[in-house]
């Protein structure tokens, strides 16, 4: 159950609901030690905190994780590695200045760089206890320190602009709401020995392969709870549970070629993950798929249409766009990037079809948990749905509390924790107008090869190493007139870059969720895309020559 505090303010009026919400955290605040000790001491600092005749912070915010991780790997059906974590880290905001110039957004002085943080560059592990005076003092230490160092922060900052011709530079931290929400306080309890047979089970698969050199299953688990306090009078505490689990492999072609492929499942709630039998389906499926490609020829080199299967596509979209969409101004004493996506607004960098709009409030996608769901972002933010390419023009950016130019509010996407937050995607997704179905694509293939008097087309199935969002083309297929497909292998894009994706022909209607992990997760999810033309070419180096003797496991199955 969740505790709305916020909505409640809005339903009783502004002043009512300011009150029953103090009354609330005033209630959340007997029950919750950490709560109390993040506010209690977050109030001394603000009353208190001033060197002789030096400023005081105009704003202060302290964030708080309490998490307990477990952790589980196999090879082969054997343990590998396990372990169970608690812990409570702390990271502070302190600001000196004002909203308009304070000590963040600075990169010149003597090789340092706040870039568009404020005073909390480094954590502080926690009392794992729930002691109130230990947590107090754990959070007086570190709120000190962290002024004491952006203070002189500051003063290095004016100094540095004071030589330097400056116009036109936006506030350094943008105004925000006070946020009031606190969910039920999640404790987690997790059992290693669960993990540690999934993961066990899980990978026995892979006895049934021989000719997979290498491979490995990992599971894990973590929940608790999200702490953020500040003097905006923000009140937040999320909680809940993210679980993972991944697979890999690994093969050697004659030639000494190594390919890897892997998977990885996400969710919530250990319900929301396939079955076991499933998880084993897909290993076997990704090793079998892994032994069919490295026995497959090799492509020399290409020149023309690719088509990327829905898989593929997402995971080049990506790369290509996953971190290119974040808005905030460049730091002082720095020089901004000329491919920066904020010299591109208002311009077309998409295929007039395509939208792309970023929504975190989404949390399921086509049967699949979004792994880039939040209520509220890791400044507090109300988590909101941005349009940002409308009929392939770029209308706007990602943006945290770090304003820009153009923009000056943040549109509920920092992420990254307290005094570290970015803006950053959160649940990514695309779609085209009209969209095209399966049958269709490919016809668009053979028909732009007849026009560029090619021989066949490329459809490129998998990247491999799918999780990270990167690779090579592991699955390819050349795409004969006739409806015939030849499996191949062994070469890379040679690039990929904005000017490809504008000349994208079309895309389908069936998207692919690629969820990624990190510590916050995030989301992309998109459909097949064709590309007008890119250029792949024979990956050519030095192989390390394959092993000696065959595996093992040769002898087992022969036993």
Known sequence: MRRIVGMAIIALG????????GDEVAAEMRQDVVLRALVDELERNQAGL?????????????????TVRAYASADLGAITGSNLVRGRGLTTDVRVGSYTLDNSNFSGGGGLSFGGRGGGMTGADMPIEDDYNAIRQAIWWTADRDYKGVVEQLAQKKAFMESKMITDKPEDFSRAPA??????????????ARLET??????????????VQNSGVSVGVSGGNKYLVNTEGTRLRTGGLRLSISASATVQADDGMKLGDSLAVYGR??????TLDELKDRCRQMARRLIDVKNAPVLTSYTGPVLFEPEAAAAIFARQFGGALAGGQRPVGSRSSPD???????????PRFINVVDDPAQEIVAGTPVMGHYVYDDQAVKAQAVKLIEGGKLKMLLMSRNPSKEFKQSNGHGRGGVAFARAAVGCLTVTAEPATDAAGLKQELLDACADEGLEFGIRIASLGAVGDGGGNPLVMYKVYPDGREELVRGAEIARIDLKAFKRVLAAGDTPYVLNMGGADGSTVVVPALLFEELDLAKIDRDFDKPPLLPNPLRRERAQ
């Open 14 to 21: 502004w002043a009512q609901g300011l009150a029953w919400a």
């Open 50 to 66: 001033k060197l002789a005749d030096l400023e005081r912070p105009y704003f202060i915010e302290f964030g708080l994780t309490d």
């Open 179 to 192: 946020t009031v929400y606190l969910e039920e306080r999640a404790a987690p309890t997790l059992d290693l």
């Open 198 to 211: 999934l993961a066990g089970d899980l990978s026995t698969v892979f006895r049934e392969f021989p000719d």
């Open 269 to 274: 709630k250990f319900e929301e993950l396939p």
């Open 340 to 350: 920066d996506f904020a010299n591109k607004l208002g311009k077309r960098i998409l």
